[in-house]
Antibody, heavy 115, light 107 residues
Framework: EVQVVQSGVEVKKPGDSLKISCRGS????????IAWVRQMPGKGLEWMGS????????RYNPSFQGQVTISADKSISTAYLQWSSLKASDTATYYC????????WGQGTAVTVSS | DIQMTQSPSSLSASVGDRVTITCRAS??????LAWYQQTPGKAPKRLIF???SLQSGVPSRFSGSGSGTEFTFTISNLQPEDSATYYC?????????FGGGTKVEIK
């Protein structure tokens, strides 16, 4: 079964760093793009960026460029989304999904940033 | 950026009704469009890909059509479990963009 499984809930303070993960299984992880999608409370879906784990080619939404870093380790079939200094406005649920056409989604990682 | 204008933003319909949602792209995206269903607290689920292809395991009452800039998503014979928010996604060009969502309520 093709799956992507995300890391768990995070509660952080403003200024903290954070790295969340997305592990793929049941398919050739290096061969499919992984997308990251943000959903702020009560709001719609926003594409943040995507990475091709085979060669780490990464594309960012200009709205998120410089705010987050997307990376991947194909040896452990895992993609990452990281922040160096969180803000309260980063409070959201973050999803990863396989491929540009986002056929398989992770369960989401809820991130709360509050002092 | 390609803007995806989805309408309506919400609708209320009865069990058995036919429901139609539209996404308009600000420029052509060929057939690179998908439709998703999201229920509260859950991840989105892809229902339609390549504008009109039904995802495996998805009931046939869901359908999609269109190409270029005009796309339609239809639920025929609306069921109680179809209460959800539906989104379109264009993946033809960067940045990938979603429609604003349509909340479907069952009367």
């Amino acid at each position: 079964e093709v799956q992507v499984v995300q890391s768990g809930v995070e509660v952080k303070k403003p200024g903290d760093s954070l790295k969340i993960s997305c592990r793929g299984s049941g398919y050739s992880f290096p061969s499919y793009w992984i997308a990251w999608v943000r959903q702020m409370p009560g709001k719609g879906l926003e594409w943040m960026g995507s990475i091709y784990p085979g060669d780490s080619n990464t594309r960012y939404n200009p709205s998120f460029q410089g705010q987050v870093t997307i990376s991947a380790d194909k040896s452990i079939s895992t993609a990452y989304l990281q922040w160096s200094s969180l803000k309260a406005s980063d409070t959201a649920t973050y999803y990863c999904a396989r491929s540009f056409a986002m056929d398989v989604w992770g369960q989401g990682t809820a991130v709360t940033v509050s002092s | 950026d390609i803007q995806m204008t989805q309408s309506p933003s919400s609708l209320s319909a009865s069990v058995g009704d036919r429901v139609t949602i539209t996404c308009r792209a600000s420029q052509g995206v060929k057939y690179d469009l998908a439709w998703y269903q999201q229920t509260p607290g859950k991840a989105p689920k892809r229902l339609i890909f390549a504008a009109s292809s039904l995802q495996s395991g998805v009931p046939s009452r869901f359908s999609g059509s269109g190409s270029g800039t005009e796309f339609t998503f239809t639920i025929s014979n609306l069921q109680p479990e179809d209460s959800a928010t539906y989104y379109c996604l264009q993946h033809n060009d960067y940045p990938l963009t979603f429609g604003g969502g349509t909340k479907v309520e069952i009367k």
